[in-house]
Each structure stands twice: as structure tokens, then as C-alpha cells.
């Protein structure tokens, strides 16, 4: 069983890792679900963290239908990532009508070469999952983050252990959104699925010498007690 931990700034990639979470998603913007990094984090990332850590590929948040030029920025991002010899990437095209844009994304994928490859939750916003995977499966993904097309992944969960059992074994389903230590074993037991994705996420106080009344009053990072204890849910995923 792996726990990956997506991560919004360098400090908390450092916290997942010394917690012992198996692999990072790196990005940008909590607000806004996630974009890539800069290279500046990107860089820091591939020199200190010693856990695979695969980047978000994702010029802005809002839609998952690009522009050519934006469709470049991903490209470019991804041939910097490849330079540097990053383990894999993190992102998703949908065309206007909710199905997946295949050409796009095999593109997006030859940048990538041999590169991890995850189909992020664009996947939840298909117009039909099942289709949608298969599409995924043809383009050469390796695993899909989804939250069952809900809200969370536990009110999702009939639809993921659908995929992962339509699935069979040609791509990974990973469960995400939602997914904490007090439901990871019950999900688990509906949908077996081999890796999980939560963001372990605790606020924290901000502190400002001269605070502003626009200041948010925290901030999120990753909690190191709650990975810790995912991951002992995980150890133990075979006894239930």
C-alpha cells in the first residue's frame, strides 16, 4: 500500500517526507486545487527530498480545457521537469464536451518519455467515467486520482471500487480527496485499492508584525501525526 502527500510549499514536502509518506505531488496554489511549481521549487525539491515526488502539470486553476498557448506552458514545464530528471508528472485535458482530449494528451505524454504519468481529477469532471478511463488507458497513463466523482473519495467509493474492478490492473486507481486517518480503513475495505492520496492537511497560525485586516489568520501545511497514522492503517491493510 503507498500514501502519496500533494504538498503546496517546499516545508511541507520536507514534514511528508520525514513522516515517512512514499511519494509526494508537488504544487502550487491550494486555493486553487493545484498548478505547477516554479522551477526554483522544483529544483530545491529534486536536491534535498529523497522520496519520489511527481509535479503538477497545470498552467492556472479553473476548467481543464486549454488554449494553444497554454497547452505550450504545460509542454515546456514538462520538458523541464524531463531535463531534470523528475519521476513523474500530474496532469489532465478534457475537451468542451467532458470527454477526454486524447491528442492533447498523448502529446503531453511524448514530452514526457518515460516519466510516471497520473490523470489527475480533471477525471471527476468526465461526462462518463468509465469511458474516460479507458480513453486514460489508451493514452498511456499509469494511474487516475479521483475522488468518485464526488465531493470525497468516501462518497465516492462505489464508483472507484467500479473502476478499480473494470480497471483490472491495466491502470492504478487512486483514491483522493477526503482521505484522512479516520476513514482511510474503511475505504479501503470497500475499494482495495494499492496507493491513496491525502494531504494530511493542519492549519497553522500565521504571524505578521504589522497584520493587515485582509490577512488570512492561517495557513495549511501537512500534519506529520495523521501521515504517521495512515500509514499504520496501511501496514495493516491486509488483516482487514
Known amino acids: ?10 516545508q511541507s514536502a520536507l514534514i511528508a517526507q520525514q513522516a515517512g509518506a512514499h511519494r509526494i505531488e508537488l504544487c502550487a496554489s491550494m486555493a486553487d486545487g493545484g498548478i505547477t511549481p516554479s522551477h526554483g521549487m522544483i529544483l530545491k525539491a529534486k536536491e534535498l527530498l529523497t522520496i519520489p515526488f511527481f509535479v503538477m502539470i497545470r498552467p492556472r486553476g479553473g476548467n481543464f480545457t486549454y488554449s494553444d498557448e497554454e497547452i505550450s506552458i504545460m509542454l515546456n514545464d514538462i ?4 531535463k531534470h530528471g523528475i519521476e513523474g508528472i500530474v496532469t489532465g485535458v478534457l475537451t468542451t464536451k467532458g470527454t477526454i482530449d486524447i491528442p492533447v494528451c498523448k502529446a503531453l505524454i511524448e514530452a514526457a518519455s518515460d516519466m510516471q504519468l497520473t490523470f489527475h481529477r480533471a477525471f471527476d469532471r468526465s461526462a462518463d467515467p468509465f469511458e474516460a478511463m479507458e480513453e486514460i488507458i489508451e493514452c498511456g497513463f499509469h494511474r487516475i486520482l479521483t475522488s468518485g466523482q464526488k465531493e470525497t473519495a468516501p462518497e465516492g467509493v462505489k464508483l472507484i471500487s467500479e473502476l478499480n474492478i473494470q480497471a483490472d490492473g491495466r491502470i492504478i486507481i487512486m483514491p ?5 486517518e479516520m476513514n482511510l ?3 479501503h475495505r470497500q475499494c482495495y485499492c494499492s496507493e ?3 494531504s494530511a492537511k ?3 497560525p500565521n504571524s505578521y508584525a504589522r497584520p493587515l485586516p485582509s490577512d488570512e489568520p492561517a495557513r495549511w501545511t ?3 501525526g495523521k501521515i504517521q497514522q495512515m500509514l499504520e492503517v496501511l501496514r495493516g491493510a491486509n488483516s482487514f
Not at 500500500?1 to 517546499?10: I, K, S
Not at 483522493?176 to 484522512?180: H, M, P
Open 176 to 180: 483522493g480527496s477526503g482521505v484522512n
Open 185 to 187: 480503513q474503511e475505504l
Open 1 to 10: 500500500m503507498l500514501l502519496e502527500v500533494p504538498v503546496f510549499d517546499f
Open 79 to 82: 520538458e523541464f521537469c524531463r
Open 196 to 198: 491513496y492520496h491525502s
Open 202 to 204: 493542519i492549519k497553522i
Open 222 to 224: 501537512v500534519d506529520q
